[in-house]
């Protein structure tokens, strides 16, 4: 396989807490560059220590990694900081100030490539309202453009944080939990633009979800996780309600309380489920 065409990929890779506690164990994971997965498995499982490794926000204790054709943490301060710049996140609780403006936090996805000065003289005249209104609407919360983050709900900081990601325009889009706060019509329009952007960019997004049966609908690959392990990685045509009680059955790390996402899985028996467009 052609190395230019990998966005992610990982070898034998270990992740170990802080704590000493193993979060991820020899994993072995290949992404295509364009490719569209999504995460699942029961709280506590690894998912958000997967994206974590991928954004290079935790270094794996054992194996090799590479991301966007580069061993980051074989590089310089330089290196690691170039590498980071093509990589976007979306939290599932977005880290963004209360006080700060909705136009500045979306603008905000452009600060990796833009000189010190624009950002600068940015935060008292928006650089380029035009372009957030343009990712807000995308959303439906373009007249919020000037309100205060902290008016918003829950749902629509997530909503911003989207448009953020939008506006950034990464190679690596890795999204935790991104629509947590939404109601279900809501989650499942968003999580399907957050897609098609991906795809028509041709852009890797790898995403958490809790939701399976958005997974199941939006995705070309889903991949679950159980005690720091993947335990399959398939079209979602091919994932069934057994594989998804086996998966929620596992259950998360040491420690992890029980995870009610078996219903969900249950839930899915009679569910129609329609091919990732």
């Known amino acids: 396989m052609n190395r230019s065409t990998i966005a ?64 980051p943490w074989s590089a310089d301060a330089r290196g690691l900081r170039a590498v980071r710049r093509r990589i976007g996140h979306v939290h599932q609780l977005p880290a963004i100030p209360p006080r700060q403006r909705v136009v500045h936090a979306v603008l905000a996805g452009a600060l990796g490539r833009w000189p010190w000065w624009r950002a600068l003289s940015s935060l008292v005249m928006p650089a380029d309202c035009e372009g957030a209104e343009r990712e807000l609407a995308k959303l439906a919360l373009a007249d919020r453009l000037f309100d205060r983050c902290d008016r918003l709900s829950g749902g629509q900081l997530q909503r911003v944080a989207l448009a953020r990601v939008l506006y950034q325009r990464p190679d690596l889009v890795l999204a935790d939990e991104p629509v947590s706060a939404m109601d279900p019509a809501l989650a499942d329009t968003t999580v399907g633009l957050l897609v098609a952007d991906a795809r028509e960019r041709g852009a890797t997004l790898v995403a958490s979800l809790h939701a399976v049966e958005l997974a199941l609908r939006h995705f070309e690959r889903v991949v679950g996780i159980g005690n720091g392990q993947i335990l399959f990685d398939l079209p979602p045509q091919q994932i069934d309600t057994a ?5 929620y059955a596992v259950g998360g790390g040491p420690g992890a309380r029980p995870d009610p996402a078996p219903a969900v899985a249950a839930g899915l028996a009679g569910a129609t489920l329609v091919p990732c467009r």
Do not use: W
């Open 243 to 247: 594989r998804l009680e086996r998966l």
């Open 8 to 71: 992610i990929a990982a070898h034998g890779v270990d992740v170990v807490q802080a704590d000493g506690r193993v979060a991820l164990a020899g994993l072995n994971l290949t992404v295509r560059r364009g490719e569209r997965i999504a995460l699942i498995g029961p709280s506590g499982a690894g998912k958000t220590s997967l994206l974590r490794l991928c954004g290079l926000g935790i270094a794996p204790a054992r194996g090799r990694l590479t991301i966007l054709d580069q061993s």
